[in-house]
């Protein structure tokens, strides 16, 4: 017995053996053979055959993801997990539970390659995570998120890929012996992702320890740190260091002992070394490099085959070498022996042979052969879905599915675009409707891929990208509607202004109104709730956190691990919402842009809408009225660019109050001569088409930044260029109301709220310190004062928020919260209770971390609510309010990202269902201010509509008294309105008590005028 149980032991650990074989990188294919040869202990839990076969198909596995042959990735994955499933039904045991999970998570590898990302968490399910939390730290759960992250690495989510490699090395440093490769292989991995992401100074960052690691472990090795190196400093282009460090990883390639290794890093050091003078225009040296890389990738001792996939990436080089060079047609041909060679190696069908293509079409394009572009995009679009014909050119593509990839996602866009080129060579050659027809269906697969992307940073990411897509389309459509002024063309042009909106901002679009209609059951709106609940709890964990002096990096991890769950669950109830109730899923997170028509009925008889477009080299300019449209291009030339900056820099900075020749007049007459080039530019040509008297204005790009109203309209007399008074300007807010709005879509999804009980609730917050500061708020916060824990502190006191909320709250009979009644947690038991929610407060804003950005509000012993009210927890929550007014320094400024606009605590307002918003797009001067906001709620009270009575309150300002020094546009131009242009609807602007007296006199009243009639009746 005793023996039996020895050898059992024995058998045990020789199956170990196999399985740490069996994870480890093979470098070929494994046959039946060579299985066949190896020992094999029975575990009694598994049976030879297929303990045998499921070795085998991890082996395999190992081999195809390797060498990039993901097409075969999916169907081992499925062999794998039936092979595995069917051995847990016999008994429970952790090494083939791992095994199984392997084969599932390579099921959704395989299918993540072809664009299906609806398994995808971290690569593992909830239960299988689960179980990898009872498992505790292993090598087994390194591995997981290590190949999650390569996942999310291929979607373009790089937030994510990021997080699970670093949880990645978070276990392999718990569990794997210190020089253990595979701490190499995470920084690695992180550094690769770095650099894909674009942050070349975190991937120099890993790659450093990268070569610290080979340093200490693997001094005969460090030819690949060093080449690693070099690329990131290649991509951040420090040539010279770049080169510098590929020339060492050959020498250090040079020297190494094993021929096989030797042959590949000397190949790979020198395909790097001919990409570097390729970027450098030295086109004969990299040539040089080029044909060396390929003789030790050939000459290799392993043999011809292996080296298949460097060869590829040489010639791919190759191309990209030769097209700087401008030689088209040695790229075309250095590319077409790429795609040839991937065809043997990888299939006729592997979706990395897509690159090839976009690269070969991209190349007919330069060389102005569209049709040849066209065919090469179809034969791509062939290899993912068969029903395309790949042997003759068709424009009008038919209604088939494709997988929603980056990859896919390029290839539409750029069949688009040559499409369009090729209509604007000769219409004769393509039917304007199948240009239409390809931009809109590379806009629907933009669309998808935005809702499956997990986090904002992803999305953001592919807004960005498809930016200078828009742009094409608009371009296109200005020709074409300058040339024939059809209206269809204007129509398009409107539509690609609408898009580069993104469809992020559906968020906004659809903010509050879908809780009007009655779609989804209350138990799974409550669900939904309770998803945004639990993800703004742990955003405000995860900051609180990361704020501390010394945070804890395993509470951090933690958080970051809870949170992309409740994402992933998140997104499975949208999945549920897209199948069952369709009609709620379009409405919330598909918003279609309306038609210029809906945009011309839904106007008033007086306002006019102008949209902007900023592209590279034009601005688009679209404005409708009700009865007119106009359409222009105007040329982003440096005069005007530089017109705009100079006007935003002039308003946002505090001027000098110095009265005298040499100071303050030059300032004047070059602010006045600037901005009335901007006007004269931007919005007189639309003024003078359509006459209108008030302007809704949807900003694009810098222009998101000016407040159109401080615009001077009339060139500066010889005479009024000797003034010294900004109140001498004639301004655009003399003589035209305007307000903005974040796209016409937002405008039209514009639902007045209902009457409240409550009109108004004003928070006037009190702040430690000695001095009085001139400002509310601290502009741009650093980094470094972003998470320090004493940023509050430095604040100084308001001297004017309390009046101004005095004064707002008498005009409305509202709720004035004041000094240390100003709580946060005040603030969201009232807030949301109010038509009008008012807060003159200080603010704290950050380009670098937006969602960080908040309004302080009084300190208090509340353990809950820390007085920071964040923009990650106003995204997360529901306001009801018709109008905030959020009178703090750059609440409506913040970090503009192309395809998604300003990110500003304004903006998360929005979001959360609030329709307008007062903001500040500078610094806030606390007393003029205070003087603005009064005057702006005295006329609210009297039922002006919002954007006038914002437009009487600075004029007010800048015609009243006071130092001629305060008449400058900083001090009363940076408060804007976005929104509409109706008045507050009140509830009442008596207290309830008063309302009851009244409705009992009238009682009384007819009480007695009834008793009354009834008496002269019996008389």
């Keep these: 017995m005793k023996a039996q149980r020895m050898l059992l032991l024995l058998f045990w650990i020789a199956l170990s053996l196999l399985f740490w074989v069996g994870c480890q990188n093979e470098e070929t294919a494994p046959t039946q053979e060579t299985l066949a040869k190896r020992p094999f202990i029975l575990n009694d839990s598994m049976y030879v055959s297929d303990s045998l076969n499921l070795l085998g198909l991890h082996e395999k596995l190992w081999y195809y993801i390797n060498n990039g042959k993901m097409?075969?990735?999916?169907?081992?994955?499925?062999?794998?997990?039936?092979?595995?499933?069917?051995?847990?039904?016999?008994?429970?045991?952790?090494?083939?539970?791992?095994?199984?999970?392997?084969?599932?998570?390579?099921?959704?590898?395989?299918?993540?390659?072809?664009?299906?990302?609806?398994?995808?968490?971290?690569?593992?399910?909830?239960?299988?995570?689960?179980?990898?939390?009872?498992?505790?730290?292993?090598?087994?759960?390194?591995?997981?998120?290590?190949?999650?992250?390569?996942?999310?690495?291929?979607?373009?989510?790089?937030?994510?890929a990021i997080f699970c490699q670093k949880k990645s090395l978070e276990f392999v440093e718990q569990v794997m012996p210190e020089g253990h490769y595979y701490h190499s292989n995470n920084y690695s991995n992180l550094g690769h992702i770095y650099l894909e992401a674009g942050d070349v100074d975190q991937a120099l960052y890993y790659f450093h320890m990268l070569l610290s690691f080979y340093t200490k472990y693997r001094p005969s090795s460090l030819s690949v740190p060093k080449r690693l190196l070099a690329t990131a400093y290649m991509e951040q282009k420090d040539y010279q260091k770049a080169l510098e460090y590929c020339l060492e990883s050959i020498n250090s390639a040079a020297s190494e002992e094993d021929e096989e290794r030797k042959a590949r890093n000397l190949g790979n050091s020198y395909l790097l070394l001919g990409k570097i003078y390729g970027r450098t225009e030295a086109f004969g040296q990299a040539e040089a490099a080029f044909a060396k890389a390929f003789s030790f990738f050939r000459d290799s001792p392993s043999g011809h085959l292996e080296a298949e996939p460097n060869i590829i990436r040489t010639w791919e080089a190759m191309s990209r070498s030769y097209k700087l060079e401008k030689c088209y047609q040695d790229a075309l041909a250095a590319q077409e022996q790429a795609l040839a060679i991937s065809k043997a190696y990888y299939g006729?069908?592997?979706?990395?042979?897509?690159?090839?293509?976009?690269?070969?079409?991209?190349?007919?394009?330069?060389?102005?052969?569209?049709?040849?572009?066209?065919?090469?995009?179809?034969?791509?679009?062939?290899?993912?879905?068969?029903?395309?014909?790949?042997?003759?050119?068709?424009?009008?593509?038919?209604?088939?599915?494709?997988?929603t990839t980056i990859i896919a996602i390029e290839l539409l866009k750029a069949r688009a675009t040559t499409i369009a080129a090729l209509f604007r060579k000769s219409e004769q050659m393509v039917h304007e409707e199948n240009v239409f027809a390809a931009f809109n269906l590379a806009q629907d697969f933009i669309d998808k891929l935005l809702s499956n992307l997990f986090t904002r940073s992803a999305q953001s990411k592919l807004a960005q990208n498809s930016i200078s897509f828009y742009e094409q389309g608009l371009r296109l459509s200005w020709e074409k509607y300058s040339a024939t002024g059809k209206e269809k063309y204007l129509e398009w042009a409107f539509q690609f202004a609408e898009k580069s909106k993104s469809s992020l901002s559906r968020g906004i679009i659809n903010g509050g109104r879908i809780k009007d209609f009655a779609i989804l059951p209350d138990s799974l709106l409550k669900k939904e709730s309770d998803f945004k609940l639990a993800i703004s709890l742990y955003e405000n964990s995860y900051y609180e956190e990361k704020g501390k002096p010394q945070p804890d990096s395993q509470k951090l991890a933690n958080l970051e691990e809870n949170f992309l769950m409740t994402l992933y669950d998140k997104n499975n109830l949208e999945n549920q919402f897209k199948q069952k109730y369709p009609q709620y899923y379009q409405l919330k997170?598909?918003?279609?842009?309306?038609?210029?028509?809906?945009?011309?009925?839904?106007?008033?008889?007086?306002?006019?809408?102008?949209?902007?477009?900023?592209?590279?080299?034009?601005?688009?300019?679209?404005?409708?009225?009700?009865?007119?449209?106009?359409?222009?291009?105007?040329?982003?030339?440096?005069?005007?660019?530089?017109?705009?900056?100079?006007?935003?820099?002039?308003?946002?900075?505090?001027?000098?109050?110095?009265?005298?020749?040499?100071?303050?007049?030059?300032?004047?007459?070059?602010?006045?001569?600037?901005?009335?080039?901007?006007?004269?530019?931007?919005?007189?040509?639309?003024?003078?088409?359509?006459?209108?008297?008030?302007?809704?204005?949807?900003?694009?790009?810098?222009?998101s930044y000016l407040p159109f109203d401080a615009l001077a309209i009339s060139p500066l007399s010889t005479k009024e260029e000797n003034l010294h008074d900004f109140s001498g300007l004639d301004y655009l807010a003399r003589h035209f109301t305007t307000w903005q709005e974040y796209s016409a879509a937002s405008m039209l999804q514009r639902k007045q709220k209902k009457p409240k009980g409550k009109t108004y609730a004003g928070f006037a917050p009190a702040y430690e310190g000695d001095e009085l500061t001139a400002s509310r708020g601290i502009d741009t916060l650093k980094n470094e004062q972003l998470f320090s824990a004493v940023a509050r502190s430095g604040l100084q006191p308001l001297t004017y928020n309390r009046p101004e909320v005095e004064d707002a709250a008498q005009h409305f009979n509202g709720e004035a919260f004041l000094g240390h009644q100003a709580q946060e947690s005040v603030y969201k038991e009232y807030g949301g209770q109010s038509q009008i929610v008012h807060l003159a407060a200080h603010a704290l804003t950050s380009d670098e971390e937006p969602l960080y950005s908040q309004l302080l509000?009084?300190?208090?012993?509340?353990?809950?609510?820390?007085?920071?009210?964040?923009?990650?927890?106003?995204?997360?929550?529901?306001?009801?309010?018709?109008?905030?007014?959020?009178?703090?320094?750059?609440?409506?400024?913040?970090?503009?990202?192309?395809?998604?606009?300003?990110?500003?605590?304004?903006?998360?307002?929005?979001?959360?269902?609030?329709?307008?918003?007062?903001?500040?797009?500078?610094?806030?001067?606390?007393?003029?201010?205070?003087?603005?906001?009064?005057?702006?709620?005295?006329?609210?009270?009297?039922?002006?509509?919002?954007?006038?009575?914002?437009?009487?309150?600075?004029?007010?300002?800048?015609?009243?008294?006071?130092?001629?020094?305060?008449?400058?546009?900083?001090?009363?131009?940076?408060?804007?309105?976005?929104?509409?242009?109706?008045?507050?609807?009140?509830?009442?602007?008596?207290?309830?008590?008063?309302?009851?007296?009244?409705?009992?006199?009238?009682?009384?009243?007819?009480?007695?005028?009834?008793?009354?009639?009834?008496?002269?009746?019996?008389?």
């Excluded at 080299?617 to 530089?642: G, T």
């Excluded at 001027?655 to 303050?664: A, C, I, L, R, W």
């Excluded at 809950?864 to 964040?870: K, T």
Aim: one cysteine or more; aromatic letters at 12%.
């Design 71 to 160: 097409d075969s990735v999916e169907n081992v994955g499925v062999d794998m997990a039936q092979v595995a499933g069917r051995m847990l039904e016999y008994r429970e045991d952790s090494s083939i539970r791992m095994f199984y999970y392997r084969g599932t998570g390579s099921i959704r590898q395989g299918r993540a390659y072809k664009g299906d990302y609806s398994l995808i968490l971290h690569g593992a399910p909830k239960e299988e995570m689960e179980w990898l939390d009872k498992v505790g730290p292993h090598k087994w759960r390194a591995e997981s998120y290590s190949g999650a992250s390569a996942i999310y690495a291929s979607l373009g989510d790089y937030e994510s």
């Design 348 to 403: 006729e069908k592997n979706i990395k042979l897509l690159d090839f293509y976009l690269e070969m079409g991209q190349l007919l394009t330069l060389m102005d052969e569209l049709e040849g572009a066209l065919m090469v995009y179809q034969q791509a679009l062939h290899q993912i879905n068969p029903d395309i014909p790949s042997d003759h050119l068709i424009y009008d593509l038919p209604s088939v599915e494709f997988p």
């Design 589 to 703: 997170y598909q918003a279609t842009p309306p038609d210029i028509k809906e945009i011309q009925r839904f106007l008033e008889s007086g306002q006019a809408l102008v949209e902007y477009f900023m592209g590279d080299s034009m601005i688009y300019v679209l404005a409708f009225s009700r009865e007119k449209v106009y359409f222009e291009r105007v040329p982003s030339d440096s005069l005007l660019l530089e017109s705009i900056g100079a006007v935003r820099t002039a308003l946002s900075t505090t001027p000098s109050k110095e009265v005298d020749e040499t100071g303050f007049q030059p300032q004047m007459t070059a602010y006045a001569r600037q901005s009335y080039l901007v006007f004269q530019r931007l919005l007189e040509p639309s003024i003078l088409a359509l006459g209108k008297k008030e302007w809704i204005i949807v900003p694009d790009g810098q222009l």
């Design 857 to 1019: 509000f009084s300190k208090s012993e509340d353990t809950l609510e820390d007085g920071r009210l964040h923009a990650f927890e106003i995204y997360n929550t529901r306001l009801d309010a018709e109008l905030a007014v959020l009178s703090a320094c750059n609440t409506g400024a913040g970090k503009l990202q192309r395809g998604e606009g300003v990110m500003s605590l304004a903006r998360a307002f929005r979001y959360a269902g609030c329709p307008n918003i007062v903001m500040s797009l500078w610094k806030a001067d606390d007393y003029s201010t205070k003087e603005v906001i009064s005057v702006f709620f005295e006329k609210l009270s009297q039922k002006a509509n919002k954007a006038d009575a914002l437009r009487q309150a600075k004029l007010s300002f800048l015609n009243g008294p006071g130092h001629e020094a305060f008449k400058h546009p900083y001090y009363w131009a940076g408060l804007t309105l976005i929104g509409d242009n109706t008045p507050v609807i009140a509830s009442s602007a008596l207290p309830s008590s008063l309302w009851i007296g009244v409705v009992l006199l009238g009682l009384c009243a007819g009480l007695f005028y009834f008793l009354r009639k009834r008496w002269i009746l019996r008389e």
